[in-house]
């Protein structure tokens, strides 16, 4: 089992940038593909990024698609989420998930972190 805990989050004001972090704890980060979902007030939590076990693939909602990027160092167990001209739509309380065997289902999640685009 992994646990995911995530941190960078913050406000940033609109067009501005941000990183958030997802360090990986008990199990080593290679063995999932990673994800980064969203939820904000009174919304469905919503997938954001996703990239694959070994980082040479990646999947982006297409209303973040050019704006944010994912990536991840196995060898830190810590997965990224740079996210560049942001909106404040973006506003949300960002989470990663891990994944095993599918990057479409996602077995463990962290506690999210609040990202907050003033406009």
């Known amino acids: 089992q992994v646990q995911l805990v995530e941190s960078g989050g913050g406000l940033v004001q609109a067009g501005g940038s941000l990183r958030v972090s997802c360090v990986a704890s008990g199990r080593t980060l290679s063995s999932y593909a990673m994800g980064w979902f969203r939820q904000a007030p009174g919304k469905e939590r919503e997938f954001v990024a996703a990239i694959s076990w070994s980082g040479g693939s990646t999947r982006y909602a297409e209303s973040v698609k050019g704006r944010f990027t994912i990536s991840r160092d196995n060898a830190k167990n810590t997965v990224y989420l740079q996210m560049n001209s942001l909106k404040p739509e973006d506003t949300a309380v960002y989470y990663c998930?891990?994944?095993?065997?599918?990057?479409?289902?996602?077995?463990?999640w962290g506690q999210g972190t609040q990202v907050t685009v003033s406009s």
């Open positions: 998930a891990a994944a095993r065997s599918s990057w479409d289902e996602y077995e463990y």
